[in-house]
């Protein structure tokens, strides 16, 4: 039977959920207006008030937010309270430009907390349950987050954050870890690292993984599930918004559920800014209706994917975004193609291989060039050129009908391409550099 952790929000009705939206963002419009001068020029400058906002109708009205924005109000210029009413930063791994600084009153990490407990309770957890949550801990979000769900839920919560695998795994055995919390990169070198230790799937107590923070293929979920004889759950978020639990899986896995009563998603077309029809794909544009000390209005996010309000069998009654693809600065443009590296990555583990690969692009002679370097098994690791000259030509024409040009497969060796303990790195664009 489906769990919750707080079923009378979680299974609200339609018009239930609307009505807290309508409230809310009436009252959250007010609350930037007032304390956030920076939003309020961008509203007058589209000749937008307050008045104008009555409810979720209305939103179309307000000005997006980006992340330029971001840069240029760092770090108070989106401070919405006084800062002795702040508890905590987090901030973003950014590694251009400046950092994004988020802020949060006590209120606003008991709110986030309860996201990261629903997240964990649709994943099967209870009191009973071992957490393990190896996501970093420090200014990323991931740590902090899923933590204080754990407390919430009431599992016994063992803080590793990442990295030292040997010692995750120790833990996992010695304490009965039920549920792993990190990156999917990082579940899976957990998992390879067990099965190089001779674990097999049922001498590992975890039962279930709640997977985010960076984009994954179904086919990765199925890798991960058979190694580590577990269920894999995706969540997603973004420091911007909180972090973690900003939407999360359900038993169904076919898509993330947002949290609607804290968060109302729109999907525009990236280029134009117009909202689009449910059911199309496009950027997500966040509003946050209950944050008080850093409440973003229409941000976009950049993550590209579609929302839908099909009910699930699940029960849960907020609107399910699919897998982001990746963000819309991640895909590649590759002479004149776009490519996410999703893609390929659905075609390497399609073909056997595992998900330790790297992506290297560049420029030679004014054409962009298409590099996939791909880790190999130990079984398929053979010194007969026959054999590599042919699992290369099969990569090549499985990449060519994904994504319809004409990449060059380096096969290298096992454990050649460095294991990720966080944020996989997949992608080395020379053409920036
Ligand atoms: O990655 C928060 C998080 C921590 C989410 C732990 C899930 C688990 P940032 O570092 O600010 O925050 O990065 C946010 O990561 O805009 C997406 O592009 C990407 N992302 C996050 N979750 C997913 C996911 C955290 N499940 C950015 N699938 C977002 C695909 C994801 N991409």
Known sequence: MERYYQPEIETASREQIKAWQDERLVKQVRHVWDH????????????????????????????????????????????????????????????????????????????????????????????????????????????????????????????????????????????????????PSYAAYIGETMK??????DEIPLKAGIFGAEAWSEEMRQEIQNTLGIKAYDIYGLTELSGPGVSFECSEQTGMHINEDHFIAEIIDPVTGEVLPEGSQGELVFT??????????????RDICTLTRKPCSC????????????RSDDMLIIRGVNVFPSQIETVLLNHGYPANYQILVDRVNHTDTLDVHVEMTPEMFSDNVGEISRRQKELVDGLRSMLGLTAKVTL??????????????????????
């Open 288 to 301: 946050s209706i209950t944050k008080k000390a850093f409440p973003l209005l229409r941000y976009r996010t």
């Open 315 to 326: 029960g849960r009654t907020h609107v399910k975004m699919t897998k982001p693809q990746g």
């Open 36 to 183: 956030v001068p920076y939003y309020r020029k961008k509203m007058e400058e589209k000749g937008v008030a307050p008045e104008d906002i009555r409810s979720t109708e209305d939103l179309y009205k307000l000005p997006f937010l980006s992340k330029e924005d971001l840069r240029i109000c760092y770090p108070y210029g989106l401070l919405a309270v006084p800062l002795r009413d702040c508890v905590r930063i987090q901030s973003t791994s950014g590694t251009t430009g400046k950092r994004v600084v988020a802020f949060y009153t006590q209120e606003d990490i008991d709110l986030w907390d309860e996201c990261c407990a629903r997240a964990i309770v649709a994943a099967g957890g209870t009191n009973e349950d071992v957490c393990q949550v190896s996501y970093g801990y420090g200014l990323f979000t991931g740590g902090p987050g899923l933590n204080g769900g754990s407390h919430k839920v009431g599992c016994l919560t063992i803080p590793t954050s990442s990295g030292n695998t040997e010692r995750q795994i120790m833990f996992i055995r010695d304490l009965n870890a039920t549920i792993l919390c990190c990156t």
């Open 196 to 201: 190089e230790m001779g674990l097999t799937p």
């Open 412 to 433: 290298v060796a096992p454990k050649s391409i460095v294991r990720s303990e966080g944020k996989a790195v997949r992608v080395i664009d020379k053409r920036k550099i």
